[in-house]
């Protein structure tokens, strides 16, 4: 079953922030975080699991509602190089690391 | 960390032919491996997984299959190539302890 991202896309002048969420119909073992620029692989930001903490860096961070099956990405004070699609990927079960995708947020940030 | 090296990056087939995609990894060994198909402006679509030398799992009903002759070896390939399998096409290598999965720059296919 395919997570379900929001917005489809946004776009931010430098140094605003934004929130792109995730849900699922079932509950997750696990949230991925994932970052893709045009024409290249996507790349790892973050894991989420069940019963973990909130994981990210300064600008960068994320949060899991077990409950909910729900996942946001917080972006703060936003760079240039954040633009890009961003993907969730929910894990059912732990063990086989079988990520499913979402269709993607696209990000773009101007000057 | 790992490194993942997919071919051909780009190629263009016709309708019927075959396709053969080739993933190699680097830098672990016993990996979970994956393929994934990305259609222009879609999410990433998991089409197979493995976790071990011949044991393939299929995500998705369709005229492609993978293989996994070697531990870090992974090919995706089909017997004739439809339109809808245009796409780009992923490769990944799990199995790491901090779950990430590393992602190849992808193939290019276009099936005309």
């Known amino acids: 079953q395919q997570p379900v991202q929001s917005p489809q896309a946004v776009i931010l002048r430098e140094g605003e922030d934004a929130v792109i969420n995730c849900s699922s119909s079932k509950a997750l073992y696990s949230v991925h975080w994932y970052r893709q620029k045009h024409g290249e692989a996507p790349v790892f930001l973050m894991i989420?699991?069940?019963?973990?903490e909130q994981k990210g860096h300064e600008k960068i961070s994320a949060s899991f509602n077990e409950k909910k099956q729900q996942s946001s990405l917080y972006l703060t004070a936003s760079q240039l190089s954040y633009s890009g699609t961003y993907f969730c990927g929910t894990e059912i079960r732990g063990g086989y690391q079988k990520v499913t995708f979402g269709t993607g947020t696209k990000l773009q940030v101007i000057p | 960390s790992q490194t993942i090296h997919q071919w051909p990056a780009t190629l263009v087939q016709p309708v019927g032919s075959p396709l053969s995609l080739e993933c190699t990894v680097e830098?672990?060994?016993?990996?979970?491996l994956y393929w994934y198909r990305q259609a222009a402006g879609r999410g990433l679509q998991l089409l197979f997984y493995?976790?071990?030398?011949?044991?393939i799992s299929s995500e998705v009903p369709q005229n492609l299959s993978a293989s996994r002759p070697q531990d870090r070896q992974f090919i995706l390939s089909s017997k004739k190539l439809l339109l809808s399998d245009s796409g780009f096409y992923l490769c990944?290598?799990?199995?790491?302890?901090?779950?990430?999965?590393?992602f190849g720059e992808g193939s290019r296919l276009t099936v005309l």
């Open positions: 493995s976790v071990g030398i011949g044991q």
């Open positions: 830098g672990t060994s016993n990996p979970n």
């Open positions: 989420l699991l069940k019963g973990g």
């Open positions: 990944a290598s799990g199995g790491t302890n901090t779950g990430e999965l590393f």
